[in-house]
């Protein structure tokens, strides 16, 4: 696949960006202010992924105060970066969330993610080809003996539409990404190889991170898509074929587990694997418009007793002018490989008055996995409200509020409503 990537490619490797982009004319004019300068490096991840999360977390964003007190910080990682090639930055997420019921009346929940992590740009060639080396040690559990976030889902009897993904209790601190990241051609084609996260390349778009203004599963990660553990060895190939339109292909360990790593996983040989290919209206619009397309499938675990699964999910997204970013889902799998959902669908919208500042609502719906969960649940239904603010450049608050309809494994309840606080710190 490789080989014919690179004979066939016209464009840059893809680059997401977090943020919304200004549009003028028929291409938006990417205005970004960084207190370093990592964030304009092309790559094959998404906005979570290490070097994109460097350059969103160090973007000169608008606060209450104007006021930038580790300004010193961040000019000593751009010396770093300029003489070097070396970018560095910590980040941590601190989520509060309480529940309207519960079914063990555990109903409160407190967690967080930290990662330190960094880049080093190894090479750079004359003909664009650019070398680099990417790590992040991560770390995600309870806080104060509290359930943690992820878990309070299970509390409240949510099977496929977790109401805090990603905020989990048993993350051990590890080091979950370590990886070779080459790009060719003048960016035209790419991979990455080592340790790699699955949700930072596979259906990835403008709202897979956890830094935007979504908490709930339906909206940062396709409940139909087959998963395995952050750290997975493994490797991703993507390029563009046409001046719009990119292929992509995805191998990784399908025994990985989340905060371990051990070897013997990846000798099992049972894989998750992917084929994408997506289309955008040209590539300076690409983060932010586009649609795309990935097959997935996943093989049977046989140790740990995990049926083979197989699906397919759409993803599109459209910026319309300076404010107003949203975007559709869909996804369809076969209900195996441990799965929450059988299908999904989500939709949602982000309204940015200035930087900084955004209000998000999203819809969701998704049909629980027989195969996962047993036959007879109720298909569940989710909207989800929040608006995410700077309190200074380095520090944000976020409030929430999610209304989960017919909790699939909760069937006295009609509906949970489940308020959330949520605070990032950039550094």
């Not at 998704?366 to 298909?379: C, I, K, M, N, V």
């Amino acid at each position: 696949m490789l080989t014919f990537l690179c004979a066939m490619s016209t464009q840059p490797l893809l680059a997401d960006q977090s943020d919304p982009v200004q549009k003028t004319g028929d291409d938006p004019q990417v205005e970004v202010d960084h207190v370093s300068g990592i964030g304009g490096a092309a790559q094959l991840a998404g906005p979570n992924g290490v070097t994109e999360e460097l350059g969103l977390d160090e973007r000169d964003r608008d606060s209450f105060d104007g006021v930038d007190l580790f300004e010193p910080w961040f000019n000593w990682k751009q010396e770093q970066e300029d003489k070097h090639g070396l970018s560095f930055g910590l980040k941590a997420w601190f989520l509060l969330q309480t529940a309207s019921e519960s079914i063990d009346e555990s109903d409160d929940a407190a967690g967080g993610i930290y990662r330190i992590q960094g880049s080093w740009t190894a090479f750079t060639g004359d003909s664009g080809q650019v070398g680099r080396v990417e790590w992040r040690v991560e770390k995600r559990s309870g806080l104060g003996g509290m359930l943690a976030p992820a878990d309070l889902s299970g509390e409240i009897g949510v099977a496929a539409l977790n109401t805090a993904f990603g905020y989990s209790g048993s993350f051990a601190t590890d080091l979950s990404v370590l990886n070779w990241t080459q790009g060719f051609s003048d960016h035209k084609v790419g991979f990455a190889v080592g340790r790699l996260a699955t949700d930072v390349y596979m259906d990835s778009f403008v709202f897979s991170t956890f830094s935007r203004g979504y908490l709930n599963r339906s909206f940062l990660f396709n409940p139909t898509l087959g998963s395995t553990g952050v750290g997975a060895l493994g490797i991703v190939v993507k390029g563009f074929l046409t001046d719009s339109i990119w292929l992509g292909g995805h191998t990784y360990d399908g025994n990985a587990v989340s905060g371990s790593f051990d070897l013997d996983t990846f000798r099992q040989h049972e894989w998750l694997k992917g084929l994408e290919i997506g289309w955008a209206p040209s590539f300076a619009r690409r983060p932010t418009d586009r649609i795309q397309f990935l097959y997935w499938s996943k093989d049977e675990r046989a140790e740990a007793g995990v049926s083979s699964g197989k699906g397919w999910v759409v993803t599109a997204s459209y910026q319309t002018g300076e404010k107003v970013l949203s975007f559709f889902r869909v996804g369809r799998s076969n209900g195996g490989a441990g799965v929450p959902a059988e299908r999904a669908a989500s939709v949602g919208v982000e309204f940015s008055p200035r930087a900084g500042r955004a209000l998000t609502v999203g819809l969701g719906w998704a049909r629980p996995s027989e195969d996962t969960y047993g036959p007879g649940l109720r298909d569940e239904y989710v909207t989800e409200l929040s608006y995410r603010f700077q309190l200074t450049k380095n520090f944000s608050l976020l409030p929430d509020v999610q209304i989960v309809f017919n909790p699939a494994l909760n069937p006295t309840e009609d509906r949970v409503w489940v308020l959330g606080l949520r605070a990032s710190l950039a550094l």
